[in-house]
C-alpha cells in the first residue's frame, strides 16, 4: 500500500501564479485533509473532505480552493500565491467510522514544501 | 488557533533516559492523540487515548490525561537515538472534523 501520496515534494512558485498541489490516498479513506505547517506555528488546517462531493472550511482557508471528486483524491488549489503561503502543506485522511466512534486517527502524506517568490 | 501547547520547546537528553513532553489544551475534548515527526517526514499517529482514561501504554510509550487541569503528558521510557523527533499533541476540541495540532516538542536524544 502507498498510503497517501502527495505530489510535487518541492516547488518554487512566483506571487501570483497558480498551482495545484496532488493528494492520493489508496486505503478507501473517507476523510481527507489538507494543513500547513509553518515554523512556530505548529501545523493549521486549511480545509477538509468527508466524502466525494463534501468539503468544508479549516482554520486557515483563504487562499485556497479544494474540491473532492473521487473518494481517492483531494487536490488543494492555489489560484494566486503569495509569499504567506510558503509552508510546508500535509494531506492526511481517516476512516470516517473511526469519527462515528469518537477518534479520528490521520494517516499523513510525506509533505509539498512550497516556495512562493 | 491552536487548541494544544506542547512544553517544553525543546529536551535533548542521553540515550537511555527518560524524556517527558507536556500538553495543555483550551477546550472540553472527547480524546486527544500524540503524533511524532521525523525531520523531513509526515506526522505518524503514536497514541490515542480518549476523555474516560487517565493512563494509556504502548510499548515505551505512556500517556496521561488530566482532564480536569487540560493536560496530558508523554513519557518515552528508555530512550533511543531513533526516537529523535518533534512529538505533537492534536485535540479534538469542538470537532472531530478539526483536529487541531499543537506547537511541537523538539526531542534530541544523544548517543
Known amino acids: 500500500n502507498a498510503g497517501v501520496t502527495q505530489t510535487p515534494k518541492f516547488q518554487v512558485l512566483k506571487t501570483g501564479q497558480s498551482m495545484t498541489l496532488q493528494c492520493a490516498q489508496d486505503m478507501n479513506h473517507e476523510y481527507m485533509s489538507w494543513y500547513r505547517q509553518d515554523p512556530g506555528m505548529g501545523l493549521r488546517l486549511i480545509h477538509y473532505?468527508?466524502?466525494?462531493?463534501?468539503?468544508d472550511q479549516g482554520e486557515v482557508p483563504n487562499g485556497y480552493n479544494v474540491s473532492r471528486s473521487t473518494t481517492e483524491d483531494f487536490p488543494l488549489r492555489l489560484l494566486s500565491a503569495a509569499p504567506s503561503q510558503t509552508s510546508v502543506y500535509f494531506c492526511a485522511s481517516s476512516y470516517l467510522r473511526g469519527l462515528r466512534t469518537g477518534a479520528n486517527v490521520l494517516t499523513f502524506g510525506a509533505g509539498s514544501r512550497l516556495t512562493v517568490l | 488557533s491552536q487548541q494544544g501547547e506542547e512544553d517544553p520547546q525543546a529536551l535533548s537528553i542521553q540515550e537511555g533516559e527518560n524524556a517527558t513532553m507536556n500538553c495543555s489544551y483550551k477546550t472540553s475534548i472527547n480524546n486527544l492523540q500524540w503524533y511524532r515527526q521525523n525531520s523531513g517526514r509526515g506526522l505518524v499517529h503514536l497514541i490515542l487515548i480518549r476523555s474516560n482514561e487517565r493512563e494509556k501504554h504502548s510499548g515505551r510509550l505512556r500517556v496521561t490525561l488530566d482532564t480536569s487541569k487540560k493536560s496530558s503528558s508523554l513519557l518515552i521510557t528508555a530512550s533511543r537515538a531513533a526516537d529523535t523527533a518533534s512529538y505533537f499533541c492534536?485535540?479534538?476540541?469542538?470537532?472531530?472534523?478539526?483536529?487541531?495540532f499543537g506547537k511541537g516538542t523538539l526531542l534530541t536524544v544523544n548517543p
Open positions: 492534536a485535540t479534538d476540541g469542538g470537532s472531530n472534523y478539526k483536529l487541531t
Open positions: 473532505s468527508v466524502g466525494a462531493g463534501i468539503t
